[in-house]
């Protein structure tokens, strides 16, 4: 079987959750069937400039084929746009203006996937949102597999995405909240899917020596990994911690991992430290009292998993109902809505020896049973061999309306219809 994988960006040194998720299952899907990734020559997600050249290459052992993309990301041009679908009544037209100026436009890729598309089985798309699965899927629906990867955020509420969420084949989802939330939006309960999220390459062993004395780190600390950006919660966190510091008088630093797109306080108990490589990562997880996951919206948190197969409790933000959800399945993390909440579980976490443990141990157990890549890999290979004894039919996706009807300013604001969407953690496994 031929699989391609499409996605926004790939690369060994591109760590964003989606296009990390992608790189993982092209991997794991490469030892059991042919895999060509099909992605753009963009390296960077805010701009989305041609930084890598276009053709093939190798990339851990798969094929990488990448596709030029037409224009930058104008971000004043994408804020308006997104300014006004998100938050006024709007047309369906707006909304494809908008998909276009968020990026990353590849038509090249979109016209490579329909010409040569007999010459795959099945292509996994990864991310709702952008402009290649968008109009890939409208090329191959009986083809198309998708990972929506879908956050909690206003462009779930856009009319221009449900017609795509139905048609394709079928979908993989991270959690049973966004599968709640996308089954409500978009009425997808009848597309063959299943929950399934992601594994990941966490080493048997960690070594939180050699991270402490390669980075002269002395005093405990807990440790946040990721983009250092505003919708990551990472304002709140910087806001929270620093009232936290003022009130306990125990020594707890905070270590920051990961590229900023934002100011650091100048803080004797903050540290930054950049983008780290996988080996110093790991070695900081093994060192930490615990990982903060303060992100408002998640698909999937790929770095609380790492956490949890490494024994590290985590303190989520409760106001992301994914974290929440994955907390309360998992029994391996706390969670905060206020900073009375965040102060309060954040000291029982460190001050508490056996809870850390036991929120550790369960961790452990919840990422075997739900996550190690043997459930992962075998989730993936039932849907395909599913999808390959059940007969395709007549499968599409709903054509767009007439030039006229696409102009009409009739529909409501994305953050309208979102708010409408049921919140809340799931309750299961």
Not at 352 to 359: C, E, I, T, V
Request: hydrophobic share 40%; net charge neutral; glycine share 8%.
């Amino acid at each position: 079987m031929k699989l391609g994988i499409v996605v926004q960006r790939y690369g060994a040194g591109i760590n964003g959750g989606a296009e990390l998720h992608a790189r993982y299952i092209a991997e794991r899907l490469a030892r059991h069937h042919e895999v060509e990734v099909l992605t753009t020559c963009a390296r960077d997600y805010v701009t989305w400039g041609n930084e890598l050249p276009a053709g093939v290459e190798d990339v851990r052992g798969v094929p990488v084929r990448r596709f030029p993309v037409a224009h930058e990301r104008n971000a004043r041009t994408f804020g308006l746009r997104s300014e006004h679908v998100f938050r006024k009544t709007h047309s369906l037209q707006d909304e494809l203006s908008w998909l276009d100026s968020e990026g990353p436009a590849t038509p090249a890729l979109v016209r490579h996937l329909e010409r040569h598309r007999a010459g795959f089985d099945y292509f996994i798309f990864f991310s709702y949102r952008y402009y290649h699965s968008y109009h890939g899927i409208r090329r191959v629906p009986s083809q198309s597999i998708l990972v929506p990867t879908a956050e909690r955020d206003p462009a779930v509420g856009l009319a221009l995405f449900p017609p795509v969420l139905r048609g394709a084949r079928a979908i993989m989802f991270n959690s049973l909240e966004e599968q709640r939330m996308l089954q409500h939006v978009a009425g997808t309960g009848r597309t063959p899917s299943v929950v399934v999220g992601v594994g990941s390459e966490v080493p048997e062993r960690v070594q939180p020596g050699r991270f402490r004395q390669r980075f002269g780190i002395d005093a405990p600390f807990v440790v946040y990994i990721g983009r250092i950006d505003e919708n990551k919660g990472c304002n709140e966190l910087f806001d929270y911690f620093q009232r936290y510091a003022r009130v306990v008088p125990a020594r707890l630093d905070l270590l920051l991992i990961g590229k900023s797109i934002l100011p650091i306080p100048d803080h004797p108990r903050i540290h930054h430290l950049g983008f780290l490589e996988d080996e110093d990562k790991f070695d900081a997880l093994g060192a930490a009292e615990a990982l903060i996951m303060p992100s408002y919206f998640e698909s999937l948190s790929m770095v609380a998993l790492e956490a949890w197969a490494l024994g590290k409790p985590v303190l989520a933000n409760g106001r992301c109902d994914v974290l929440k959800g994955q907390a309360i399945r998992s029994n391996a993390a706390l969670y905060y809505e206020s900073f009375p909440e965040f102060a309060e579980a954040l000291q029982a976490i460190v001050s508490s020896q056996s809870l850390k443990r036991a929120l550790g141990q369960n961790g452990q157990l919840y990422f075997r049973q739900h996550y190690a890549w043997p459930v992962i890999e075998g989730k993936y290979l039932e849907m395909l061999d599913r999808l390959g004894r059940a007969p395709a039919g007549v499968h599409g996706v709903e054509p767009l309306p007439g030039y006229f009807a696409r102009r009409r300013r009739v529909l409501p604001p994305a953050e309208d219809v979102l708010a409408a969407v049921p919140a809340g953690a799931v309750a299961g496994v």
